[in-house]
């Protein structure tokens, strides 16, 4: 598997499948894991990463399904903000220095960062709410792995991690939502101050340190240490369909209250993805956001959640340049933004009446 060839597909968590789709675009689970017999990656020197990495590919050559292994190192600044892009890197791995990569399956629901801020950091995701399905996966997954690796763990503390609040099960548990509702309704606040109050982290696309972007909102937890990984899974098992019920009750508000005004909305929005001639990655976003809620809300029928979807990730800064085969400046990127999404939506497609 080459970066090009990603070009041509997109992650199974992108296809609008799964329990409550319309909102829950994904969910993930993560786990950091530590090699035992190695300093912490912010402690080890370009050697140690050197075999560390070598440690996890040995590994991963005797595990099912098959992982593909990308050096993150040896990619340009563009080819690394394409795997961030498409939630395969985080941001801290695309920045960081020295031997470092990830390994992805095919389907890109299984993505394992090697030398970020943990040795490993082991990703599973599936399209709509699917926590269980995602653990009971991503526990396979790991138990493979420490079959063939050593990993740091202590009988009192659990697993040891390089940041403290991750110390114990090592996991971090989410979903990603959408939620043009709350935001249109003015209650999305109000509804993030709550989740805080149960000590579960709210966050931007792109993860920590990231705003809203497409009204897309990741909910996950904060502690792990004193915790078991199936209380952590229950407990957003457990606020998740709160917060599906509050976006639904703000959409069918909107509907009922403002149908012609949203309606209006939608359309427009619509319009604008097919015509435009040149548009920014955050008008996209914006526009792309009201489109998908049209669609849930049957304002728009010719239209499908998983093309809407995928084109939220293909119209990205990085993935636009790997489309085109060249980099380019921000006037050429809006241009070349708008052609992709015409080529993409068509002319003369209508909304339902």
Not at 14 to 34: F, H, Q, T, W, Y
Not at 221 to 245: A, F, H, M, W, Y
Request: a negative charge; one cysteine or more; proline letters at 3%.
């Amino acid at each position: 598997m080459t970066l090009d060839d990603l070009t041509q597909t997109s992650g199974e968590w992108l296809k609008g499948i799964g329990p409550e789709s319309d909102i829950v675009m994904c969910s993930r689970i993560r786990l950091a894991r530590n090699f035992a017999e190695f300093p912490f990656t912010n402690r080890a020197n370009r050697a140690e990463k050197a075999e560390i990495e070598n440690h996890f590919k040995n590994a991963i050559a005797t595990i099912e399904p098959k992982l593909d292994y990308i050096d993150v190192n040896a990619l340009s600044t563009l080819d690394r903000q394409f795997l961030v892009e498409r939630q395969i890197i985080s941001r801290e791995l695309a920045a960081g220095e020295g031997p470092r990569g990830a390994a992805v399956s095919r389907e890109e629901n299984i993505a394992i960062m090697v030398n970020e801020e943990d040795h490993l950091r082991i990703q599973y995701m599936l399209s709509g709410f699917r926590l269980q399905e995602v653990w009971d996966a991503i526990n396979r997954l790991d138990d493979q792995l420490e079959e063939h690796l050593a990993f740091a763990f202590s009988p009192q503390l659990g697993y040891l991690t390089a940041c403290p609040t991750n110390v114990g099960t090592g996991i971090r548990v989410g979903v990603l939502l959408h939620l043009p509702g709350l935001v249109h309704n003015k209650q999305i606040d109000k509804v993030f101050r709550a989740l805080q109050k149960i000590n579960l982290a709210v966050r931007g696309l792109y993860g920590e340190g990231t705003q809203a972007s497409g009204d897309f909102y990741q909910i996950s937890n904060q502690q792990t240490l004193g915790k078991s990984e199936p209380e952590l899974i229950r407990i957003l098992t457990d606020v998740v369909p709160q917060v599906l019920q509050y976006e639904r009750g703000a959409r069918n508000t909107l509907l009922t209250e403002r149908r012609e005004v949203l309606h209006d909305q939608v359309s427009r929005a619509y319009g604008v993805l097919k015509t435009a001639q040149t548009i920014s990655s955050e008008e996209t976003m914006l526009l792309l956001s009201a489109v998908r809620m049209g669609i849930n809300l049957e304002l728009i029928d010719d239209l499908s959640i998983a093309t809407v979807n995928e084109l939220f990730i293909q119209t990205q800064e990085a993935h636009l340049q790997k489309l085109r085969g060249s980099e380019l400046g921000v006037e050429e990127r809006n241009i070349a933004r708008a052609a992709y999404l015409r080529s993409k939506l068509g002319a003369g497609r209508q909304s339902r009446h």
